[in-house]
């Protein structure tokens, strides 16, 4: 079992998915890199995982841990139906 990263840099990580910014997202990410996992920093380097992983923030679906950034499963509605129009 993995140990969560520190709580004060998870809340940072999560103010700065909030702000939708990927510059505040990418910072906020620099300034904590020895503690976060790999995963996380290879996200930095990809404008569109590093948007998608603050969505998943955003909703409450991950958490980050010194392994990795790991899906809750648990807040996963299977029954979810994406509202967005698709063209």
Same mark, same amino acid.
């Given at each position: +079992? /993995?140990? #969560?990263?520190?709580?004060?840099?998870?809340?940072?990580?999560? $103010? =700065? =998915?909030? /702000?939708?910014?990927? $510059? %505040? +997202?990418? #910072? =906020?990410?620099?300034?904590?890199?020895?503690?976060?996992?790999?995963?996380?920093?290879? %996200?930095?380097?990809?404008?569109?995982?590093?948007?998608?992983? +603050? &969505?998943?923030? &955003?909703?409450?679906? =991950?958490?980050?841990?010194?392994?990795?950034?790991?899906? $809750?499963?648990? &807040?996963?509605?299977? &029954?979810?139906?994406? $509202?967005?129009?698709?063209?």
């Amino acid at each position: +079992m /993995s140990e #969560k990263v520190p709580d004060e840099i998870v809340n940072e990580l999560k $103010k =700065a =998915a909030r /702000s939708r910014d990927p $510059k %505040a +997202m990418g #910072k =906020a990410i620099d300034r904590h890199w020895r503690d976060l996992p790999e995963d996380l920093l290879e %996200a930095r380097e990809d404008q569109k995982i590093l948007k998608e992983t +603050m &969505n998943l923030f &955003n909703q409450d679906l =991950a958490d980050v841990h010194t392994e990795g950034v790991r899906l $809750k499963v648990e &807040n996963v509605n299977c &029954n979810h139906v994406d $509202k967005r129009k698709k063209h």
